[in-house]
């Protein structure tokens, strides 16, 4: 069984920042692809940000700029650095990852349980 463990979340001013973490943990063959989406209320979960396991990385135009996606691959571990927050940046952030498990020829898409994150304006 794999876990996606997030934190980091949390209540922050305009202009402020925060950082995301996400770890995964189980029994782990290896990490391919791991990202941050976000829901607001009332909206669709939206991709934030991706990384490949080779460091490659995409963002939402919304986000470019502002946002830093970076990984540990030792620690089995995705980062989000938010700077200059901005109101409507308020979600519930989730990381999702596919991992290869043992005995699985197919990585598994798996997903955190989400961190809230408040901007207050």
């Known amino acids: 069984q794999v876990q996606l463990v997030e934190s980091g979340g949390g209540l922050v001013q305009a202009g402020g920042s925060l950082r995301l973490s996400c770890a995964a943990s189980?029994?782990?063959?290896?990490?391919?692809?791991m990202g941050w989406y976000r829901q607001a209320p009332g909206k669709q979960r939206e991709l934030v940000a991706v990384?490949?396991?080779?460091?490659?990385?995409n963002y939402a135009g919304s986000v470019k700029g502002r946002f830093t996606i970076s990984r540990d691959n030792e620690k089995n571990t995705v980062y989000l650095q938010m700077n200059s927050l901005k109101p409507e940046d308020t979600a519930v952030y989730y990381c999702?990852?596919?991992?290869?498990?043992?005995?699985?020829?197919?990585?598994?898409?798996?997903w955190g349980q989400g961190t809230q994150v408040t901007v207050s304006s």
């Open positions: 990384i490949t396991s080779g460091g490659g990385t």
């Open positions: 999702n990852a596919r991992v290869a498990v043992p005995m699985v020829p197919t990585a598994l898409l798996t």
């Open positions: 189980g029994s782990i063959v290896s990490v391919n692809t």
